[in-house]
């Protein structure tokens, strides 16, 4: 059964930082593409970053340069450390299987100002 469990996520104050993990069974972090998507209130979910199985890496515009998404094999986990966060960022954030097109549960990030 494959499924994909993030954590990390909780109340940071604006210009703080948070890293997400993404825990992944079923599944092998190296033969797969995950993604991290984000839903804010009344908003629609949208891209946030990407990990290839080969290790590429790609992001939404808004992010770059204050995210990084990276990846552990030992530990079947792809993590996104989240820098300068300003309230824009406040969303639940999801990963997801672009592969097998499975999707964790979510994990909130909320960011006070």
């Known amino acids: 059964q494959v499924q994909l469990v993030e954590s990390g996520g909780g109340l940071v104050q604006a210009g703080g930082s948070l890293r997400l993990s993404c825990a992944l069974s079923?599944?092998?972090?190296?033969?797969?593409?995950i993604g991290w998507y984000r839903q804010a209130p009344g908003q629609q979910r949208e891209f946030v970053a990407s990990i290839s199985s080969g290790g590429s890496t790609r992001y939404a515009d808004s992010v770059k340069g204050r995210f990084t998404i990276s990846r552990d094999h030992a530990k079947n986990t792809v993590f996104l450390q989240m820098n300068s966060l300003n309230s824009s960022d406040t969303a639940v954030y999801y990963c997801r299987s672009m592969t097998r097109g499975t999707w964790g549960q979510g994990t909130q990030v909320t960011v006070s100002s």
């Open positions: 079923g599944i092998t972090v190296g033969f797969n593409v």
